[in-house]
């Protein structure tokens, strides 16, 4: 994900999606968006690093909401207790 933030909350999620998750790159702006400053910004995340760091994880989730993944089974022993009661 390419963040901008603009006002209020959005400089928090920017925090969270390029500093703690590690799944995006912020574009950082002075006065006025610039063509290089996105162009850097696509090259970081396509490109580099870290760009095969988020592909990985991608790839770690998809793997997680598969029929047979962890994430899959914790959701359907979740439901089945649930319909137990």
């Known amino acids: 994900m390419i963040s ?10 920017t925090m969270f999606v390029c500093k703690v998750w590690r799944v995006g790159v912020e574009v950082e702006v002075e ?14 995340l396509m490109g580099n690093k ?6 990985n994880l991608k790839e ?5 909401i598969r029929e047979s993944g962890s994430s899959h089974t ?10 137990s009661f």
Do not use: C
């Not at 914790?74 to 319909?83: E, G, R, Y």
């Open 60 to 64: 770690v989730a998809e793997k997680g």
């Open 31 to 44: 006065n006025q968006l610039e063509r290089g400053k996105i162009q850097n910004a696509i090259e970081k």
């Open 50 to 55: 870290q760009g095969r760091e988020v592909k």
């Open 74 to 83: 914790a959701f359907s022993k979740l439901v089945d207790l649930i319909m």
């Open 4 to 13: 901008r933030p603009f006002l209020g909350d959005q400089y928090g999620n």
